[in-house]
C-alpha cells in the first residue's frame, strides 16, 4: 500500500505530547535514524463488536512488558506500567472504528553524530493504522532465505530493536522479487529460525513444533499464546530445533505474529504443501475468537477500553 494511502490514525504520542499524526516529525538528525538504536513493539487492537464505545486490546501487559525489556537495552529505563498508562489514553483519544495496530517506539532522539548508548537522550513515541490481514488467512508461499538469522552472541535478539529488522527487509524484499510472498531464515546453525517478522510451527504426526527459545528467535508474543492454546486443547507442543528438510515434509505449517495472527503455509520452495490443516485451522479460530472478547477462560488477555 502507498504512504499516502495508508490510513493512519490521527492522534500520535511524541515528545511527551497528544498531537496531530500530521504534525509529528523528527529532526533528520535522529540519532536512532542513523544508528538503529531504538526497539519497536506492535499490538492489534478490535473495536468491539457489541458496544461502539469499547476497544479489545490483545495481551496489552506483555506488549509493554516486553517493550519496556526492550528499552534498557538501550540504557532507557522506561516502566512497562508507564507504557501501558500511554497506550490507553492514545486509543482513548483515537477512537478507532475499525481493526488497527499500534506501533510504540522507544528511540535514541538525541542529534548526537556518535553511535553510542550513554550520554544521549531518549525518547518514546506512539502512532497507529487501521490494518485488516497483514498476509493472506488462506495462504503464503515462502523461500528459505539466503540471508541468515542474526546470532544471540552478536545481538540482543530478545528485544525488538530497530536494526536487527535490515536482515528481515533484506529477506522479505528478496522472497517477493523472487516470487514468493515471504522469507524463511535459517540461524547460523542451519536451523530454521523465523521468518521475516514471525515465528514458525509445523506440524508433524499430530504434534506442534516450533523452533526453542535458544534458536535465535524473537519469543514472540503471539507465538506464546499459540503455545498456550494448543496445550489447552490437548496439543502435543514441542519446542527444539528444526531442520529445514523437516518444514518441507511437513503435515502443516503458518507463521504467528501480532500484524499476521496465524497465517498458514502453502508451498515452501517447490514443495506444495497439504491443503488440509486441521490445527492451523483450530489455533486460527480460536484466537480470532479471544480477540474478539468471545471467549470467557482468555478474557485476562484482552482489556476492554473505553473510548465514549
Known sequence: MASSDTPFLPIAYLQGEFIPFTDAKLSVATHALHYGTAALGGL??????????????FRLEDHARRLSNSARYLAYDLPASQIKHLLIEWVQQNKPQAPFYIRPLVYTSGLGIAPRLHQVEKDFLIYGLELGDYLSPDGVSCRISSWERQSDRSFPLRGKLTASYIVSALAKTEAVESGFDEAILLNDQGKICEASGMNLFIVRNGALITPSVDQDILEGITRNTVIQLARDLGISVIERGVDRTEVLIADEVFLTGTAARVVPVSKIESYTLP?????TQQLQALLKSITLGQEPNYRQWVDAISIN
Open 44 to 57: 492489534r487492537g478490535i473495536p468491539n463488536p457489541n458496544n461502539s464505545q469499547e476497544v479489545f486490546l
Open 275 to 279: 491443503t488440509e490443516r486441521p490445527i
